[in-house]
Every structure is written in C-alpha cells, then in structure tokens.
C-alpha cells in the first residue's frame, strides 16, 4: 500500500544520523518491521532522541508494573484521545506482552468492561481521568491507587506513561501519523514459524 | 515558605548527577533562583535528561515563532489545563520575552480576548484544541494555519509545544509541582539594579 | 471460558419458542456459532421479536448504503458509546462485508481518519452527532449529506440505524452482555476451509 | 394548523397496510385523535410494526414499574434529549396516568427537583445516565437501584425503556415528528364530557 | 398544597418594609396571587430591591425586543439551566404575552425546533451560548444578530436579560424556589370570567 | 494605552446623572482611578444603579465570610467563565484584602491547588458547581458547606455572590469590557508612598 504515512516528509533510513538508523535497525531486527512512529518522528532527530529516551525510561525500567499494565496504559488513554496510531500499535504490543488475543480490544472500547483486575481498573481509571482532564484528579485518587497496593513509584509510573503519551497522541494527530498493516494482526494468531 | 514543592522527594544538589547538577547551577547563575520543575524532576535523572532535551530542542530552536509566542502557547494550554506551575512559571517567562507585563495574565484568562494579533490567536486556538481534544483536530485547522503564514514546519512547533506541555502539565498535577515564590513578580516590575 | 454473558439469566436452547430458536439454529448453521445477542436478549421473547424485526428491516433492505456502510454506522456510533459488544461483533461482520481486514479498527477509534471516502465520512459524522448529541442535528445536516449524494431515504436508513443501535448499545451495557471469542479473529484472517 | 408534522411523506390512512391502519383507528378511537408518531413512522412500514411491538412489550406488560412511572422515564429522558414530540406527548400520558396535572412540566425541567419520591428519584437518575452517558453506568448503579427496591426485572424495565426511547428521540429528531396539538392541554384540565 | 416554597425563612406580608409589601400587593391585584419569587427573595429586602429594579429596568423598558421575546430568552435560558421556577413562571407569562399556549413548552424543551422566525431562534442561539458558555460568545456572534437585524442596544437587551437570569436560575436553585401552582395553566386556557 | 474599554459607547463623567457621578468621584478617590465597570455599565443608568446596589448588599454587608473570602468566589468562579475584567480587577481586590500577592493567581488557575483552608475550598467547589452546572447543586452540597461550618446565611452570600457575577461575568464579555491598567500589579507590591 502506499499512503502516506506522515503528513511530514519521512527521511529516508540512509540519511540519517547513525544512531537513529541504528535504533531503527536494532527494532526492524526484532520485530521485522521498522514501526512508522520512528520513521516519522525521525523528521526532527533531535526530538526523536528526547521521545525515544523518555520512552525507554519509563517503559524499559524495574516496575511494580508488568509490561503488559504499562501497554494497557497506553492503549486505555490513547483510546480516550482517539488516536489511530498508538491504539492499533500498542494494541499489538499489549497482545503479545499478555498473551491475550482479546485485551487489547476490550481495553481500547471500555477498560472499566474489560477482563482485568479491580487493581487494573483502578490504575486505567485514574490513567484516564489523567489523560482527559488532567485537572481533576485530586488527592483521594493517589489514596485509591495506594488502597490497591500501587507504591508511590508506580504512581509516577502510570502518571508519566499517561503524559508521554499525551504527547506522543497529540504528535501523531498532528502528523497524520499511520499504522504499519502489520500490527493489526500481531498477537491474535500465533506468530508464523522462522 | 516552606510549603513542599512535590509530592514526590525532592533530591539535594550534591546528590545528583554531574550533568543534571549542572544544568541547575546554570539556571540559577542566570535566573537568581532554581525553578522547582529541575528540583522536583530531578527524582528522575533520566527522565529529566530526556524532558529537557525535548523542551531545549522545542523552545531553543530557530523557528517561525518567536521565543514569546512558543511561551504563550505554553501558558494557554496550561491554563486550559489548570496547571499552577506551568502558567505561573511561563507566565513569567512570557511576560520577560513579550517584554509585557499584561499578556501573561490575558492569555492565561482567555487567549480569544488577549491583546494579540489574528495571527497569534488563531495559533493558540489550534494549540488549546489539540490540548484538550486533540481528536477534533483536523486538515481544516492546518488550513486555517496555513492562511494565517505558519509553515509545515512551524505548525509542527505549534503541536509539538503543546504536547510537551501536555506532558508536563500531568507531570505537575501528578507531583503537585508547586512554583517558586520568584516567578510571580518576575517580569510585571522593572528588575531590581545588579 | 466460563465468563458470563449476561447479568441476566440466559435461557436454554430448548426451553424457547420455537420462532426464536429456530432464528437461532439458522444463524448458527451460517456463521458456525450464535452470537450472544441472540441469547442474552432471549430472556425476553417479544423485546427479542420486536429487535430483530426492526434489525431486519434495516440491515437486510434494498437501500442506497451498501451493507458493509450500515456496519461502519454500527461501528462507529457504538464506538462513542463505548459499546464493548457492538464494537466486536459488529467490527468483525464489517470486516467481512467490507472485505477489509482493517476498516473495523479504523473506525472504532476515530472515523475521520479512517480509510473511508469524504460521502462515508459525512456519514458517520452524521451518524455519530445523532448518537451521541441528537437535539444538535440540524437542517444543515440533512443538507450536507445530500450535497453527497445521499437521498432521503438513505439519511432515513443511517439515522434508523443510529437510533437502532443507540437502543442496542445501551441494552448491551445494561446487561452486561458479552461478545463471542470467535468475532475478534472473523475477517483478519483467511476463514479455515470447510 | 398546517404545519408538517414530518419532513419524510406521510401516508393517507387509506393506502396503509390494513393491520396499521387498524391500529390507528384504535388509538383514535381512544384518545380521539391519531397521535402523529403513528401517521409519520407509518412510512415505513415493517419499522412501524417493530417499533410498536417493541413498544407495547414495555409499556403494557406486568411490571414492578407502575405506567405513570414508565411514562416518567419517556418524559425525563427524551428531555435531556431535547425531543420536542416525545416531551409533549408523553408528558401529556405522564399527566392522565399519574393524575397529577404538574408532574410532567417537573420531570422534564429537572427530575431531582419534582415532587417525587426518593425511589422514583434514583429510577430517573439511572435512566438519564443511561439515556446521554450508557458507558457510565456501572454495577455500582445496579447495586443503588436494588437499595431501593428495584428487582433485576425492573431494572431491565428501566433500561429497555429507555433504550427504546433512545430509538425514538433519534427518530424524532430525525424527521422533524411535531406533537399534535391536543397533547398539550391532555391531563391539565378535567376532560369535556362526552 | 403545604410544600415549602424556599429552604429559607420566608418573610410574612406584614413584617416586610411598606415599599417591598406595596410591590406585592400590586402584583397580586394584577395576577391575582403572588409569584413565590416575590416571597422567598424577600427573605433579603436589599437584595430583593436590587433584583426588581433590574428586572424592570429590563423587561419594561422600551426595546427592539418585544415583550413575548424578552421572556422566550428567559424561558430557554433558563431552561437549559433546568431551573423549575424559572421555566414555569416565566413559561406562563411567555404563553400570555406570546399569546400562544404551545410556545413555552416549545422554547424549552428546543427553541432551535419551536415555531419561531430565524430571528428569534438567532436570539435564543446567541442567550443560549451566553447563558452556559459565555466564554464562549465571539464577535462573529454579534455580527449573527446584526443580520437579523439586532440593534446594538437589542443585543445588550438579549445578553443583559440571559446575565440576569444567570443570577435568578443560581438563587431559585439555591433556595430551591418553588413555583406557584396557579403558573401551570395560565396562558393554556382562556381565563376564567372575572 | 487607546484600547477600547467596551464594545458600547462610554459616557462622559459630566454626562452622567449626579448619583452615578458622585459613586465614580468617591470610588476614584479611594481608588486613585475609576474602575472600568463603573464607566461602562454606566451606559445604561438605571442597570447601573441595580447592578451596584446588589454588589453593595452582598459584598459589604456582614457576612461569616471574610471580604477577601467573597472576593475569592469572584475571582474564582469568573475564572471558569473565562472572563478577563473579573479576574483581573477583582484578583486586584483580592490581594489587597488577603494581603497574599500570590492568592489570586492560584486562586484563578486552581482554586483546589490553592493555598487555601479546607473550608476556602469547600466554599469554592460549591461556588465554581453552581456558575458552571447550576441544575447539578443538591442538598448533599449544602450539607457539605454546613459540615464545614458554614451557616444558611453563609450559604445563600456565597450562592449570592456567585450568582451576581454569573450575571456580571455575561456583561463584561458582552460589551468586551476592558480591565484598567492599574489593576495588574495593584496587591503584588507595597504601595507607592503617598
């Protein structure tokens, strides 16, 4: 298919500085295809640097939530802000770090309906108040957090996943930015034999 | 005062990284004091590291927008937002840049109403739009940009500051960030003689 | 999986008139399984007659929007009503009639940037305003829709469906009712051969 | 008057299926005018047969809801939908069942301020919920219904009526369905003697 | 009926001051019965002296707007504010001035689909947007009313009748006002022979 | 600075009637200038005298809230309604009468962030409810105010309040009313020595 995957021009890979290119090789290499936000995001490199080391900070570190919590994070607030390219991308991710097929739907149309723990409810509920209306979330929704056993730490954690991705919802609206076909299908079947 | 500036611990100086101190000891040579967003992120080296690179690749760079007009992007959207520290801090800023002592206090009020030029209001109304319901952004609003002489590249300032705000605007509801006592006299007065 | 599909009770096949149960072993004879609205909404045999004549009489009509159209109407208005139901079994039979293995994801989470034609855009624009905000639809509406094209009946047969769904929707979240495991794979892949 | 009562064709009593036109001459022969939600929706037919068995499953059936409360329901919810026809007629019901000359001006200006009790109240509260926010409602919401009484029959009762009245605002609103004149007295003075 | 009319003392007719007494006297020569506003604001004789003489200054004076207009933006501000006493009071003197027993119910429940001219629904838009999001109201706004034909001077009219219908909506919920019962049906009926 | 004041014609001091006169000679001396409010509402007298006799009953009459106390719900509520005179003038007011030179800004972003009592809070959750969703107040939030020490009369000063600036908040974004100058640092620093 050919449509344009930015409304920004995407630079081609051999343009680019060598680390960006080296990022970009280093997840083609696990996951077979190079996803269109570091492709697009790669028009300003130096933007693309700070977004991609906050990423990491925040999705890679030792946390009181798994993986899997932190992509159902992304998914539930990117759902409420509509976003097309972090749904269907971190959709996939969310399937294949759960190793549930369904989740990742359930999650994007109504966390509060999905097959998730109460403390999983609880961490999308105020993941989601975060993302819509920031302003609202008081002191008693640290208090319900912590009720479910979430630390103080891990509350950063969902807030500071809840405003990167805020970020990153509001850059992909503005560029247009498009899902690559293949992560409609990743995690709902099992991965074609190497 | 000794109210509590986060939440969250707040790190000493000798404490922290080489780089991050740094950082704070050039701020407060230029500012007279150190703003809490280095002393309260600062929790985080790494997100700090990656949440300034993106601030200084946003707000320092060449670009079609003034350095005044990036600060009034930032002030109403985190008025919108309700975020004390942003549109205290900022305001501050703003006022120095625009060299205007009122344009804070309008903007963070009512953008639409503000002393400010056609050009300036239609880019806070993108920038409020995409800050609170970034899904109703559309190519329409782009247009309208355009009409008013952003370049492609400027619209993408525009929507990249509002993002980082949206980031850091959840951050300082998050930690309950609370702004220095300097910044709210800081540019509504002549400063005092050196 | 034993999760439950309805708050209410679920009848058995055999224990039903025999009008519906026969409805029943003929969807089941056609798509392999019978979707859980046939069952849960069982419960009440002349609710169950009277939703099923007006789903007939809308979905299966001679009408100038094609199937896979009256699914995107289904689709997108359950998607703003957040519609955990709807949203799966309806987004699997788009992907089917729209032969589309993508449009489903695409339009639950925002149909103004899905891979739709301006006309399919206006509609669920249309279609989603009667949803969701139904004293807001104007003249001007129904004038926009017939600058694309669409005659009077058609608009009759999109704000039917709406209204049909809008019914649907909230009795799905009334009780509870859950969506088959076998709709979320139906129309990603090739179905197995018979 | 001569005022269209719908912006779609109304038929002539005389070129209607002979079982509508039954129908009609039956509420006319009772009320003593056809209320014009039959002559419009009779455009269509087999809808008009659906929508109207649908109607009389929840509006004639043994219920713990009395029928001014089902009225009550129609009245409060097709107010907060803004739905001229719906308000004016079923307000007019809501009167003559409830014998109460005021009631229906009280619960379509605000429910929580009519002379209702407390369990009528909660009743109206969850149907509005419903009727503008279905994704809101939680168990939670069952549990507040149960409290006062409500068995789970009832609580279907609520929603189902709800939902289709869901339908029938959006239909409404749709083709512009305008209340014939005699809603508007019916129930505020003693009937002329026959 | 013994229902309280206000959560707040209600004053007697002979402990009032002579000139707030006089005033309801001659509101009750004239309609026969004194509108419960008179007797709950009383409750604060200066405060019930400042909100007459607005009043009149308003809904007496000579104007572009004519009587049955001035109390059409009452009644649709005041019932999206879903205040009862203001929408059934000021409904019945609507009906009165208007001459018309339909178009008080028609206004509030939808003045965009009562039977009005394009300028009076331009006129109820505009009290309608300041009414609830007064922000909101643009130049462009008045421009609207302009090519209706609005003076200057009628369009202070228009929003200096919604200002102070803000205020009376917030103290009739406040106090919870009740309205008198006699409101109910006057203008739908001939009055009775004196 | 010739910026306009109001949208309206502003009458000259000797134009006007003696009473309105000698109010803006004595408010001037105390003062050292004329708030714009007085000027423009003047336009239209007899609103004038209404308008200022309602604020002079409320906001000095003795209260059991402080006169900064009022002044917060005007700064505060005015601030939800966006409405640059208010908050800039009465944020002036605010200062002065709280002798805090950070109050109102907090105040006027986040009233729940600011630096207030539980109780200062409790008034302005109450007040900003009742400008924004007055239908939405109940008894439950009476009962709140009085748990927090409140009386009836408190209660109805503060509704009050909020109310006369509901209306004054309309007509200073109606007439485009311009704040002085003078109001922006007035409270943030010492006072000029006299």
Same mark, same amino acid.
């Not at 130096?46 to 030792?62: P, T």
């Given at each position: 298919?050919?449509?344009?995957?930015?409304?920004?021009?995407?630079?081609?890979?051999?343009?680019?500085?060598?680390?960006?290119?080296?990022?970009?090789?280093?997840?083609?290499?696990?996951?077979?295809?190079?996803?269109?936000?570091?492709?697009?995001?790669?028009?300003?490199?130096?933007?693309?640097?700070?977004?991609?080391?906050?990423?990491?900070?925040?999705?890679?570190?030792?946390?009181?939530?798994? @993986?899997?919590?932190?992509?159902?994070?992304?998914?539930?607030?990117?759902?409420?802000?509509?976003?097309?390219?972090?749904?269907?991308?971190?959709?996939?991710?969310?399937r294949i770090y759960?190793?549930?097929?369904?989740?990742?739907?359930?999650?994007?149309?109504?966390?509060? @309906?999905?097959?998730?723990?109460?403390?999983?409810?609880?961490?999308l509920d105020f993941?989601?108040?975060?993302?819509?209306?920031?302003?609202?979330?008081?002191?008693?929704?640290?208090?319900?957090?912590?009720?479910?056993?979430?630390?103080?730490?891990?509350?950063?954690?969902?807030?500071?996943?809840?405003?990167?991705?805020?970020?990153?919802?509001?850059?992909?609206?503005?560029?247009?930015?498009?899902?690559?076909?293949?992560?409609?299908?990743?995690?709902?079947?099992?991965?074609?034999?190497?």
């Amino acid at each position: 298919m050919t449509k344009p995957i930015s409304k920004y021009p995407v630079p081609k890979l051999e343009e680019l500085p060598e680390d960006i290119r080296g990022r970009m090789l280093e997840v083609q290499q696990k996951a077979g295809f190079i996803p269109n936000v570091f492709l697009t995001l790669a028009h300003r490199p130096e933007e693309f640097r700070a977004f991609f080391a906050y990423h990491d900070a925040l999705m890679l570190r030792n946390s009181g939530l798994s @993986k899997a919590e932190r992509e159902m994070i992304v998914v539930a607030t990117s759902a409420r802000n509509q976003c097309p390219y972090c749904v269907i991308a971190h959709g996939a991710v969310l399937r294949i770090y759960a190793k549930d097929p369904q989740i990742a739907d359930q999650v994007a149309i109504h966390h509060g @309906k999905a097959d998730l723990t109460p403390r999983q409810k609880a961490m999308l509920d105020f993941a989601c108040k975060l993302a819509r209306t920031p302003e609202a979330v008081t002191p008693a929704d640290h208090e319900t957090l912590r009720a479910h056993g979430f630390s103080e730490e891990d509350i950063w954690d969902i807030g500071a996943i809840t405003g990167l991705f805020a970020l990153s919802n509001r850059m992909a609206h503005l560029i247009e930015m498009r899902a690559n076909d293949e992560f409609y299908l990743m995690g709902r079947v099992p991965p074609p034999p190497k």
